[in-house]
């Protein structure tokens, strides 16, 4: 047996007491307190191939913890078109979404377009052969509740399209132009103003099936001096219609140079915009009760007006290449969206442009261009 001398002894002792103080705060370290929270690493696949670009961002997690969350509105990518441009954009005025509009400036290619504030082309629908010659005077784009698209080929009917681009509803009337409007008890009210003689109706409201079930004639009303000799692309050129809460319609008479509000028997019981306006387009009733409309004297205006006709805001298009200016909707953000002929705008209250979409190519050249070929109406879609 091996017996150990005492030093010996001894030092292991002095040892085995050092081990035990490394192992006591090696363990001490290793215990739960107050960190600083490190940046995640990022997980790596070298083998892995890159995700496909989506044209989407990806939102980022933000902890609840977090002071100020801002939340970025995801954009939708499209298609670039060299044949438009955006060369404006100030993003933190604008508002939010896509814009929907007809696109006729190449007539061989009409098409229903949706674009982001980038101008690419998200969404569209092209015009079949037999639809290609339908699109003017007046082209109405409009985006239903439902998601479908209601749109006017003047001189040949109404069409419903949905997203997947089939037809879902139509109603065939070679007396259509301009403006239609779907109403919520479903059926359409829809205008009449191509080359309109007294004996049409200028507005008529239809059901789902296709029947009349109620109408309006200018003729009951204006078949007198000084309205009764006039003609200009036809008597009166009705260009908007829509039914007001109250139940009668506001009606856009172009040739008359007024707005007309008439009540459901027909009568026209309030006239708007007398010796003000010129060859208006598409006027809109606002929340407050004025209304927006587009104004063609010279130079080419957008105005609002209170319920006594009262000029509470202006825009002019000073550029006579992007006359006529005919559409004007105003924006939840509180901007105005504008539609010339070769450009949409968004501007703010303060008349700041912000948004600015346009053709490449400029301004058209010739009148009759500008008024068959130009952007006739826009809206912008909220996402």
Request: charged content about 20%.
């Amino acid at each position: 047996m091996w017996h150990l001398h005492p030093l010996c002894m001894k030092c292991m002792g002095i040892l085995l007491g050092v081990a035990c103080i490394l192992l006591l705060l090696t363990a001490g370290c290793s215990q739960p307190g107050p960190q600083t929270p490190a940046a995640l690493p990022v997980q790596t696949n070298p083998g892995a191939t890159p995700p496909a670009d989506t044209g989407q961002t990806t939102p980022t997690v933000i902890p609840a913890s977090s002071p100020a969350v801002v939340v970025t509105a995801v954009q939708p990518r499209g298609v670039t078109d060299p044949d438009f441009l955006v060369d404006i954009s100030v993003p933190e005025k604008i508002q939010t979404g896509t814009t929907l509009l007809g696109d006729n400036h190449n007539l061989d290619h009409p098409r229903i377009i949706e674009v982001n504030r980038l101008g690419e082309i998200v969404w569209e629908y092209p015009l079949s052969d037999d639809l290609k010659q339908f699109t003017n005077p007046g082209w109405d784009v409009e985006l239903l509740p439902n998601g479908n698209i209601l749109t006017v080929l003047p001189r040949k009917g109404v069409y419903e399209i949905n997203r997947d681009k089939q037809i879902v509803w139509k109603y065939s009337d070679p007396k259509v132009s301009h403006d239609a409007d779907r109403l919520p008890n479903g059926n359409t009210l829809v205008v009449y103003g191509a080359y309109d003689t007294k004996d049409d109706a200028q507005v008529k409201e239809v059901s789902p099936q296709g029947t009349v079930v109620w109408s309006w004639y200018a003729k009951n009303s204006f078949d007198k001096p000084p309205f009764a000799t006039i003609s200009d692309e036809g008597w009166t050129h009705t260009n908007a219609v829509s039914r007001l809460t109250s139940g009668n319609t506001l009606i856009s008479t172009r040739n008359f140079n007024m707005i007309v509000e008439v009540d459901q028997q027909g009568n026209v019981v309030r006239r708007i915009g007398e010796g003000l306006l010129v060859a208006q387009h598409d006027p809109l009733v606002l929340p407050n009760g004025n209304i927006l409309v587009a104004n063609h004297i010279q130079p080419n205006e957008i105005i609002e007006l209170d319920p006594s006709g009262n000029v509470t805001w202006r825009y002019p298009i000073l550029g006579r290449g992007s006359w006529p200016v005919r559409d004007a909707n105003r924006l939840e953000n509180g901007n105005t969206l504008i539609t010339a002929s070769d450009r949409i705008i968004e501007v703010t209250p303060d008349r700041q442009i912000v948004w600015q979409f346009r053709l490449a190519q400029g301004p058209f050249t010739e009148k009759t261009a500008s008024a068959s070929r130009g952007f006739y109406k826009a809206e912008r879609i909220s996402r």
